[in-house]
């Protein structure tokens, strides 16, 4: 079994910048060998898609955090990173980091991030 835990999360003022973690740990060499991908649900509404990587690839972003949010990896300190910035309220949600492999499918328990004056 892998474990996945986020932090980083908090209280931001608008136009202000966050970089969230997530450390894997368990059965897991290396996180080299998953894609992986930082997701983000809001109150009332449907878990959506922030950012993918894939080993060897190009970043995937949603259209709403192009130009502002970076996904890296750290394979050996086995972390994810999501760099935000420029943050707007309406980035508010509970940040989910997830790493896959074929049936693999792993989540952390979420961070929260509240982007508020």
């Known amino acids: 079994q892998v474990q996945l835990v986020e932090s980083g999360g908090g209280l931001v003022q608008p136009g202000g910048s966050l970089r969230l973690s997530c450390v894997a740990s368990?059965?897991?060499?290396?996180?080299?060998?998953?894609?992986t991908g930082w997701y983000r649900q809001a109150p009332g509404k449907e878990r959506e898609l922030v950012a993918t990587l894939r080993s060897g690839g190009h970043p995937n972003y949603a259209d709403a955090v192009k130009g502002r949010f970076t996904i890296s990896t750290d394979n050996a300190k086995n972390t994810v990173y999501l760099q935000m910035n420029s943050l707007k309220p309406e980035d508010t949600a509970v940040y989910y980091c997830?790493?896959?492999?074929?049936?693999?499918?792993?989540w952390g328990q979420g961070t929260q991030v509240t982007v508020s004056s």
């Open positions: 997830n790493l896959w492999r074929g049936s693999s499918d792993y």
């Open positions: 368990g059965n897991i060499f290396s996180i080299y060998a998953y894609a």
